[in-house]
């Protein structure tokens, strides 16, 4: 008897699958070359089995990956890296889900490490027009025990001296697309720093418009990533100058917000122009029909405080180090872009979508910074970034 089947013959995707096998394989490291293909679920496990058409190896489909060889249920552990995102501590996550604190934080850090993969892979060549940068102020609890001694010591007439911690953040006004971030002291290292970040995601010969606030290391930061030597010219007497000059690029425009305070309480906003001219300036603003501002960077500030731990105000649960505070910031970062939708960037349906029940009509899509840049196609669950295989010849290039 003959068995007809009906139906096209099922096909798992495979395209953000490579072959581990690092010289066995001529096809090692390399996405969509239609080498990769399942092989079903072995022992009748939760991952598929994959292999490699062109040396005919097999390898589990959770390799290179925060899952690969853990004893936990995958389920458990992506939901923890998910309670991460939303701010929760390793201790409290510990806790609710029944396993150690140092388990945690090995999955806090092997999930930061590839967030910040993800994001260098996917981060590039970008076209953006307007780029607001901002740090925050971040209290971590090494610092305030030792602001405790040290007021103790103050007491005793010791002399007391300040520690302060910031979190550099840089994003595209449009898509609200995080571009970089960095956790250091407030200097114009850490300036230079954000803005190397900044400069490594765009694309070649783009030069956007950038908003800060009065900061002076962005000035210096942003002159010496677009500047040029300029030549001496000649004066009207004949002379020339006696060295070539440091100069800003024509095409880089720079403003920022000024805001002066009186007793801790803002009374004047004013906006200053850097680099470039007003005119310019106002054209670029025109546009989008906005005025020099950092309201979306300070806006992101507020999802700092909501989702890394020690940034926000009479926080319990902080992070110990520098170290640690910004692997929950990069791994953040990922969940921003990717997985986390924003309100601004919704998209009204050309036909309202029935809902079930009595419920009104679905009339808006959700979209994510990296749907709004075209980086995506719709909004990542926490499981599909943690399972996002970055290729091995492009993390070399981004480390």
């Known amino acids: 008897m003959i068995v007809h089947q009906r139906g096209a013959k099922r096909r798992v995707d495979t395209t953000n699958q ?39 190896k097999y390898f ?7 899952f690969y060889g853990s004893p936990v249920e ?33 999955w806090l850090m092997a999930a930061s490490a590839h967030s910040e993969a993800v994001s260098r892979y996917m981060l590039h060549d970008l076209h953006l027009s307007r780029v607001q940068m901002d740090e925050l102020y971040a209290l971590l609890s090494a610092m305030k025990k030792a602001a405790e001694e040290e ?5 005793q007439g010791g002399k007391k001296r300040r520690r302060h911690c910031w979190l550099w953040s840089g994003i595209d006004a449009e898509s609200k697309l995080m571009l970089g971030v960095a956790v250091g002291d407030r200097s114009l290292g850490m300036a230079q720093r954000l803005v190397h970040k900044i400069v490594a995601v ?9 908003e800060s606030d009065q900061l002076a290391a962005y000035e210096k930061a942003l002159l010496g990533h677009f500047g040029e030597w300029v030549e ?11 060295k070539p ?19 801790r309480r803002i009374v004047e906003v004013t906006q200053r122009v850097v680099y470039g001219t007003w005119e310019r300036v106002q054209e670029k603003l025109e546009q989008v029909g906005q005025k020099v501002n950092t309201a979306f960077i300070e806006r992101v500030n507020r999802t700092w405080r909501a989702h890394v731990p020690g940034l926000g105000r009479r926080e319990e649960g902080l992070a110990k180090t520098e170290e640690g ?31 079930k029940g009595t419920g009104s009509p679905k009339k808006w899509t959700q979209r994510t910074p990296a749907m709004a840049a075209g980086l995506t196609d719709h909004r990542w669950t926490v499981r599909e970034l943690l399972l996002f295989r970055v290729p091995p010849w492009r993390q070399e290039m981004a480390a």
């Open 74 to 106: 995958a389920k458990e552990i992506y939901r923890a890296i998910g309670s991460l995102c939303e701010g929760q501590g390793i201790r409290k996550v510990g806790r609710v889900f029944e396993v150690d604190k140092d388990e945690v934080l090995g």
């Open 325 to 355: 505070l910004e692997r929950r910031a990069v791994l953040v970062w990922g969940y921003y872009n990717f997985c986390l939708s924003h309100a601004s960037l919704r998209e009204e349906l050309a036909q309202p979508i029935p809902t």
């Open 245 to 263: 000059r440091w100069m800003p690029k024509a095409e880089l425009l720079y403003a920022q917000v000024v805001k002066r305070r009186v007793r």
């Open 151 to 155: 007021e103790e010591n103050e007491g």
């Open 202 to 210: 765009l694309a070649p010969g783009v030069v956007p418009m950038f």
């Open 60 to 66: 589990q489909e959770t390799t290179g990956t925060v």
């Open 18 to 56: 490579y072959c581990p096998h690092e010289g066995l394989c001529e096809y090692y490291g390399w996405l969509g070359r239609g080498n990769i293909t399942a092989n079903g679920h072995p022992s009748g496990g939760p991952w598929r089995q994959m292999r490699c058409e062109v040396c005919g």
């Open 232 to 242: 001496p010219q000649e004066t009207a007497e004949g002379k020339k100058q006696r």
